[in-house]
């Protein structure tokens, strides 16, 4: 997060670990499920994935700290490596998360209606927090306002690439980057959006940060959970 400052409790935060390090964002949907971004697996290797969730602080011991290991990973089968296209994940956990009040699910919207323009979010991560590459303890987070699709897809900005399931916010010195792909984008308490690498570059306005919207795929994350076993 650029622009960002330490957060309050955010109890739904996931962090997504490949070999002990922080690697995306996340957040808890349901008692074992968490939703992040498919471009988080690109780099993984035959590494080992775990979901740390109730943290604040990625080093600091918390009273809720818990470090859970994956029983699987479903990628949306519409994402590609090379596109922004259906840049979602669903992990599960190996058991489900006890929850408490530093682990929390958070609802995300179903109704297909876009947010209006202007409208102020929320994003959160322990994505970097410069351009250098400063890589944060605490989890940050920032307010952010909604970008129209029509303006987002002018040439100047993303020239057509956003597409009706994808959203644009803001993204003058205040962004997302590098670490918090798969974070929500939370709207009146209500996540609306999962944090897209999209075009990769952070804080600069020409290119606004690009949101994978909750809503059209709610069908596919309820078909998901419902055919999985514990
Ligand atoms: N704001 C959009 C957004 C959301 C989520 C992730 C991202 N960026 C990135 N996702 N993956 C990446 N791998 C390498 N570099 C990256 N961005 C980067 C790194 C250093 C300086 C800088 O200005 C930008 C990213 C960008």
Redesign the pocket.
């Known amino acids: 997060i650029?622009g960002g400052r330490d957060a309050p409790r955010r109890p739904y935060m996931a962090s997504l670990q490949l070999n002990g390090q922080h690697l995306c964002g996340g957040f808890l949907i349901a008692d074992e499920w968490v939703l992040s971004?498919a471009?988080c697996l690109?780099d993984a290797g035959n590494g080992t994935f775990a979901v740390l969730l109730g943290a604040r602080s990625l080093s600091l011991p918390e009273p809720h700290k818990r470090l859970y290991g994956v029983r699987q990973l479903v990628a949306h089968p519409g994402s590609h490596r090379d596109t922004n296209h259906d840049d979602l994940l669903l992990v599960q956990l190996e058991e489900a998360a006890s929850l408490n009040p530093d682990v929390q699910k958070l609802a995300f919207q179903r109704q297909g209606r876009d947010v209006p323009e202007g409208t102020l979010c929320e994003v959160a991560?322990w994505?970097?927090t410069?351009?250098?590459?400063k890589r944060p303890d605490v989890l940050q987070y920032v307010e952010l306002g909604v970008i129209g699709r029509a303006k987002c897809n002018q040439r100047i900005h993303h020239d057509g690439e956003v597409t009706e399931k994808m959203m644009c916010a803001d993204?003058k010195k205040k962004?997302?980057?590098?670490?918090?792909?798969g974070g929500p984008f939370v709207c009146n308490g209500v996540a609306e959006a999962v944090?897209?690498?999209?075009?990769?570059?952070?804080?600069?306005w020409k290119?606004?940060?690009?949101y994978t919207r909750t809503a059209p795929y709610a069908g596919w994350i309820d078909s998901v959970l419902a055919n999985a076993t514990s």
């Not at 410069?130 to 590459?133: E, F, H, L, P």
């Not at 962004?175 to 792909?181: A, L, V």
């Not at 944090?195 to 600069?204: A, H, I, Q, Y």
């Open positions: 650029l971004a471009h690109e991560g994505g970097i410069r351009n250098t590459g993204s962004d997302s980057c590098k670490g918090d792909s944090v897209s690498t999209g075009s990769r570059v952070c804080g600069n290119k606004p940060g690009i």
